[in-house]
């Protein structure tokens, strides 16, 4: 639950900084890190993308330890029908 609240913060975060700090006429910004060093500098940057690394490898633990145990339920239903 934790993964995906941070994974919804970052993503409402890149969609109200597109542009930053000026809407219209801003330098876009195109990666999450890009809003990061335009909002922050550089340090925090650097921790935040740390941040979001160690984000992206726990989803995808995350990801796979729920796609074996959706096979293992896959495997036992198979092997109980006709």
């Known amino acids: 639950m934790t993964f995906s609240f941070i994974t919804y913060f970052t993503s409402t975060l890149l969609a109200d900084a597109y542009r930053a700090p000026d809407t219209v006429h801003g330098k876009r ?3 999450y890190m890009d809003v990061v060093r335009a909002t922050l500098g550089g340090k925090k940057a650097q921790l935040c993308g740390i941040a979001q ?3 992206l ?3 995808t633990i ?5 796609t074996s145990i959706s096979i293992v339920a896959v495997k036992k239903i198979k092997l109980f029908s006709p």
């Open 57 to 59: 490898v726990g989803v």
């Open 62 to 66: 995350g990801y796979t330890i729920t």
């Open 29 to 31: 910004n195109y990666t």
């Open 53 to 55: 690394y160690v984000n």
